[in-house]
Nanobody, 122 residues
């Protein structure tokens, strides 16, 4: 019903930047919220940032002031600009969405992308 496709991961030196993108497609009636999670080796998946339909944003404390989440409603897209990257930001980053679908009408669907690797080196 809903597919998420991520892009933009890669390898960057500490202090550098990466920009992640995620585009949703499928039977979309409205996007209630989209966000980014990450999972580092040996750790649980954690919420990084989320933006809701009203453009309200939430960040995990460890990325505040360094990461910025934004969205483009016309493109059904969400972005994560990551600046001043640290070694501990190395993780697989997953896009997440809460979307109300058109088929079936009114169904709230939670979807995940396939993940994109972000690696920060010293």
């Amino acid at each position: 019903q809903v597919q998420l496709v991520e892009s933009g991961g890669g390898l960057v030196q500490a202090g550098g930047s990466l920009r992640l993108s995620c585009v949703a497609s499928g039977s979309i009636f409205s996007i209630n919220a989209m966000g980014w999670y990450r999972q580092a080796p040996g750790k649980q998946r954690e919420l990084v940032a989320v933006i809701n339909r009203g453009s309200s944003t939430t960040y995990v404390d460890s990325v505040k002031g360094r990461f910025t989440i934004s969205s483009d409603n016309a493109k059904n897209a969400v972005y994560l600009q990551m600046n001043s990257l640290k070694l501990e930001d190395t993780a697989v980053y997953y896009c997440n969405s809460y979307i109300t679908t058109t088929e079936p009408m009114g169904l709230l669907v939670v979807s995940w992308g396939q993940g994109t690797q972000g690696t920060v080196s010293s």
